[in-house]
C-alpha cells in the first residue's frame, strides 16, 4: 500500500530555489508601478503644505509706472504775488510694497490641514490600489501550485510505470506475458510525456504572468509553497474602510476651511516710493516718500455661497458613508461564500481519502491478477489510472481549500 502513496509525496531539490505566497505579495507592493506614488505623494503634500505655509511670509513687490493724462490738478483760484507752476501731465512713479499678514482667522493652517488630509487619502488610494492585486496574485500563485503538484504526480505516475515495465518485460521474456502487456504501459508513459509538457507549458506562462505582477525573476523550476493557514483577526480592516473614513476626514478638513475663508483678514503694509510728483499733488517734481498702515479685509456678505458649499460636503460625506455601508455589506456576503466554500472542501477531502483507500486497494489486487494473468495489462493500467485520479482530485481539492482560505484572508483584510 506505501508505494502507492507515494504518488502524493512531492519531491523536490534542495537546489530549487522556493517561493511563497507572502513573498509575492511583500514584491508586489514594493515593484508594481503605481507602488511608486506613494512617496511621491508624500513628496507633493509636503510641497504644496510648505506653499501654503508661505501666506504668512512677508511679501515684497516693486511696482514702476509712467503715464500721461489729459488733465491734472490746479488750483481753483489764484492768489496775488503767489505762482504756482502747474502739474506735468507725464507723471512717474516706481515704489516698493510691503505686506505682512496679522490674522486671517487661521485660514493658512486650515488650508494647510486640508492638503495634508488629501495626501492620505491619495496615499490610501495606493493602498487600496495594491491591496487589490492580492486577488489576482492568488489567482496565480494557486495556478502554478496546482500544475506544479499535478506534474509532481504525472512523475510519480510515469516512474511507478517504468518500475511496472521493468517487471513486465520479465514476464514476457519468461512466457508469463503476452509482448503486448508491454506495450500497453509504454504507451501510457508516452501519453504522461505529453500531458506532462502541456502542463509544463501552462505552468510557465501563468509564473511569466506572476514575474510581470511582482517585478521579480522568477524561475520556472522554482517550488511553490502551499500556504500554511492563517485566518486574519477580527479587528483587521480593509485598506478601503480606512480610505472611507480618510476621505469622511478630508471633507471635515474642507468644511472648515471654508468656514475659515469666511473670517476677516488683518494685515500691516508699508510703501516707499519715488516719483513726480510724490504725495504733494501740487509739488511739481521728483520726491520719495513712504506710507504705512495696517488694512482690515472682510467679505461681510457672499450671497451663501459658504451656506452652499458646506451643503455641497455634507452630501459628499452621505455618499462616501452609503459607499461604506455598500463595501462592508458585500464583504460580509463574500466572507459568508467563501465560509461555505470552505467546510464544503474539507467535506470534499475527507470523501478522497476514503475513496484513495479503497482505489489502492483495487490496484493491488489488479497488479496480483495482471501478474497471475487473470486480466489483462490494459484492465490493471484501468485501476492504476482510477487511483491516480482520486490522487489528482485530492490534490486539486487542497489547493482549492488553501486558495479559499487565501482570498478569506484577503477579503477580511489580512
Known sequence: M????????PFFSLAQEKVSLQNCYNEVEKNYPVASQYNLLAEKGELETVSINKAKLPKL????????????????????????????????????????LLYNGGFVKASANLKQAQTKTEQQQVAVTLYQLKAKVNQLYFTVLLLQERVLLLQAKKDWLQKRIEEVKVGVKHGALLPS??????????????????????????????????????????????????????????????????????????????????????????????????????????????????KLNW??????????DKKVLD?????????????????????????????????????DDEIIALRVEIAQASEAQMKHGVITTADYLVEVTNLFDAQNAKKVHEVQLALTKANYNVIKGN
Open 2 to 9: 506505501k508505494k502507492y502513496l507515494l504518488f502524493l509525496i
Open 61 to 100: 513687490d516693486v511696482n514702476a509706472q509712467a503715464t500721461y493724462q489729459s488733465e491734472v490738478t490746479k488750483m481753483p483760484i489764484s492768489l496775488p504775488g503767489i505762482s504756482v507752476d502747474p502739474l506735468n501731465k507725464d507723471q512717474y512713479k516706481a515704489t516698493l510694497d510691503a505686506y505682512q
Open 181 to 294: 502487456s508491454e506495450q500497453v504501459l509504454q504507451a501510457e508513459v508516452l501519453k504522461i510525456n505529453q500531458q506532462i509538457i502541456e502542463l509544463n507549458a501552462d505552468k510557465e506562462k501563468n509564473i511569466e504572468n506572476l514575474s510581470l505582477f511582482t517585478g521579480t525573476a522568477i524561475s520556472d523550476n522554482s517550488q511553490f509553497e502551499i500556504p500554511f493557514e492563517y485566518t486574519a483577526p477580527d479587528e483587521t480592516v480593509r485598506p478601503e474602510i480606512t480610505l472611507f473614513n480618510l476621505q469622511v476626514e478630508q471633507l471635515d478638513f474642507n468644511k472648515k476651511a471654508i468656514t475659515k475663508s469666511r473670517f476677516p483678514k488683518i494685515s500691516a503694509f508699508a510703501q516707499l516710493g519715488y516719483g513726480n510728483p510724490g504725495l504733494n499733488m501740487l509739488k511739481n517734481s521728483f520726491e520719495t516718500f513712504y506710507m504705512t498702515g495696517v
Open 299 to 308: 467679505n461681510v456678505f457672499d450671497w451663501n455661497k459658504t451656506k452652499t
Open 315 to 351: 452630501i459628499a460625506k452621505n455618499i462616501v458613508s452609503s459607499e461604506k455601508e455598500t463595501f462592508e455589506l458585500n464583504q460580509k456576503s463574500q466572507l459568508q461564500e467563501n465560509e461555505k466554500e470552505i467546510r464544503k472542501v474539507e467535506q470534499l477531502l475527507e470523501k
